[in-house]
């Protein structure tokens, strides 16, 4: 199987600073990257869309200047969460897939706190 | 709207005992995935379903997909504490595979 990567998987920030989170698909070029949020024994809410080299699409209620996504390869995706406030606390997943349509391989997730 | 119907939300059961998990929608799928997620991880894949009236078997897990491609089961027998976790469901709308329609999931507990 395909294995997605996350870095860093915890991560604590005070609020009002920004902080970055990597996926990195290990063994498979992913054209596509979605990042995904999700809340205690819930199921998980898709923020946006990515594909290598072209901007983001980001699903209705998801600011884009607060949630900033770059797909710079096909083998790395990074969510950088601007501004972080506590309701931004949060699990956040990201999955690679080779293309539209196609499965997706989820990473680990990382968990920010934000105090 | 929810797209997926996903039931029952929260089992909590003995071990040995058999459950079932349902995902329902009016909407037809052209396939279908059953993830399983531990705490603090990210959801593995299970199954992939993608004919009408299939079924899969993975060890005690029994995956069907509907005649009509609009549901689908994730059936356990004997359940085991180890099986405990998050059974999310979800789908590619047919005419729209741009992204994953989820379930709201299902917290499984099983008892020792």
């Known amino acids: 199987g395909a294995v997605v990567s996350q870095h860093p998987s915890r991560v604590i920030c005070k609020s009002g600073t920004s902080v970055k989170i990597e996926c990195r698909s290990l063994d498979f070029q992913a054209t596509t990257m979605f990042w995904y949020r999700q809340f205690p024994k819930q199921s998980l809410m898709l923020m946006a869309t990515?594909?290598?080299?072209?901007?983001?699409?980001?699903e209705q209620g998801v600011e884009k200047d607060k949630f900033l996504i770059n797909h710079a390869s096909l083998t790395l995706s990074t969510l950088t969460v601007t501004s972080a406030h506590p309701e931004d606390s949060s699990f956040y997943i990201c999955?690679?897939?080779?293309?539209?349509?196609?499965?997706?391989?989820f990473g680990p997730g990382t968990r920010l706190t934000v105090t | 709207t929810q797209l997926l119907e996903q039931s029952p939300q929260f089992l909590s059961i003995q071990e040995g005992e058999n459950l079932t998990v349902y995902c329902n929608s009016s909407?037809?799928?052209?396939?279908l995935q059953w993830y399983r997620q531990e705490p603090g991880e990210g959801p593995v894949l299970l199954v992939t379903v993608v004919t009408g009236g299939e079924v899969k078997k993975l060890k005690r897990l029994t995956f069907q997909f509907g005649d009509a491609r609009k549901d689908s089961s994730l059936h356990i027998t004997a359940a085991q504490p180890g099986d405990t976790g998050l059974y999310l469901c979800a789908g590619f709308n047919a005419g729209n595979n741009r992204k994953l329609i989820w379930g709201l999931g299902t917290s499984l507990a099983v008892n020792p």
């Open positions: 999955s690679a897939s080779r293309g539209v349509g196609y499965e997706q391989y």
């Open positions: 909407s037809v799928f052209s396939s």
């Open positions: 990515s594909n290598e080299g072209s901007k983001a699409t980001y």
